[in-house]
């Protein structure tokens, strides 16, 4: 359970900057998926005991972005003053908020069945996990820009420079949809060694890490129309 004292400093980072909470947010959503990779990476080499542990880790963390995420919804429901429309802030929380959410299906998702697969495989899901985690950690960085966004009341270049960073988030997340893809046809044409039931598991976990960028990207969008339609 998450104490009363972690809520209280929620609150008291929103009194000081609306931004500082989606911030807030966007970093357990990125450590989600750091862990996650970590998880990958003892699943890959076959430690089960190792991937047990840290999606515990990885529920905990989600379960502090879920405080964080309602905190913001209780506050924006109040008399406070934003320097963006409120629907679109909402509408950018959400996708946001998926990103933890899909590391800790994942997360869940390695627990039930060890992994079974040719070199070729464990070699793919680590190039889709660690351009994943980059593309999640590039898009940490674009909500980073939106306290510097307020410092200078949204200025020209700044609003620019946070655009740039948007357009990259969706560049990295088209070469996940791209890595994704040719995974998923290597697992089937494994199917004999992996067996039915082996190429669904590894089907599923493909399309969830491929999820994680997709919200980045579409966390990223909605980013963007909040700036503009401010």
């Given at each position: 359970?998450i104490?009363?004292?972690?809520?209280?400093?929620v609150?008291?980072?929103?009194?000081?900057?609306?931004?500082?909470?989606?911030?807030?947010?966007?970093?357990?959503?990125g450590?989600?998926?750091?862990?996650?990779?970590?998880?990958?990476?003892?699943?890959?080499?076959?430690d089960?005991?190792?991937?047990?542990?840290l999606n515990?880790e990885i529920d905990v963390?989600e379960?502090?972005?879920?405080?964080?995420k309602?905190?913001i919804r209780?506050?924006?429901?109040s008399?406070?003053?934003l320097?963006?429309?409120?629907?679109?802030?909402?509408?950018?929380?959400?996708?946001?908020d998926s990103?933890s959410?899909?590391a800790?299906?994942?997360?869940?998702?390695l627990?039930?069945?060890?992994?079974e697969?040719?070199?070729?495989i464990?070699?793919?899901?680590?190039?889709?996990?660690?351009?994943t985690?980059e593309t999640?950690?590039?898009?940490?960085?674009?909500?980073?820009?939106?306290?510097?966004?307020?410092?200078?009341?949204?200025s020209?270049r700044?609003?620019e420079?946070t655009?740039?960073l948007?357009?990259?988030?969706?560049?990295?997340e088209?070469?996940?949809?791209?890595?994704e893809?040719?995974?998923?046809k290597?697992?089937?044409r494994?199917?004999?060694a992996?067996?039915?039931?082996?190429?669904?598991?590894?089907?599923?976990?493909?399309?969830?890490i491929?999820?994680?960028?997709?919200?980045?990207?579409?966390?990223?969008?909605?980013?963007r129309t909040?700036?503009?339609?401010?």
């Amino acid at each position: 359970m998450i104490k009363k004292e972690y809520i209280r400093s929620v609150l008291n980072v929103f009194a000081s900057s609306p931004f500082k909470p989606l911030v807030m947010h966007a970093n357990k959503g990125g450590d989600c998926v750091r862990k996650l990779n970590e998880s990958l990476q003892a699943y890959c080499n076959g430690d089960m005991e190792k991937v047990e542990a840290l999606n515990k880790e990885i529920d905990v963390i989600e379960h502090e972005a879920d405080v964080i995420k309602q905190t913001i919804r209780s506050e924006l429901s109040s008399s406070i003053m934003l320097p963006v429309h409120a629907n679109d802030l909402l509408n950018f929380l959400k996708p946001q908020d998926s990103i933890s959410d899909d590391a800790q299906e994942v997360a869940f998702w390695l627990t039930v069945r060890r992994l079974e697969a040719p070199d070729e495989i464990r070699v793919g899901f680590n190039d889709l996990m660690n351009k994943t985690l980059e593309t999640v950690e590039l898009y940490e960085d674009l909500v980073s820009t939106l306290g510097e966004l307020l410092e200078t009341s949204f200025s020209k270049r700044d609003v620019e420079d946070t655009l740039v960073l948007v357009t990259k988030v969706e560049e990295m997340e088209h070469q996940v949809d791209i890595i994704e893809k040719e995974l998923v046809k290597q697992i089937f044409r494994n199917e004999d060694a992996i067996g039915a039931l082996g190429v669904y598991h590894l089907a599923r976990l493909v399309r969830g890490i491929g999820d994680i960028a997709d919200k980045a990207e579409h966390a990223a969008d909605r980013l963007r129309t909040m700036v503009l339609r401010r």
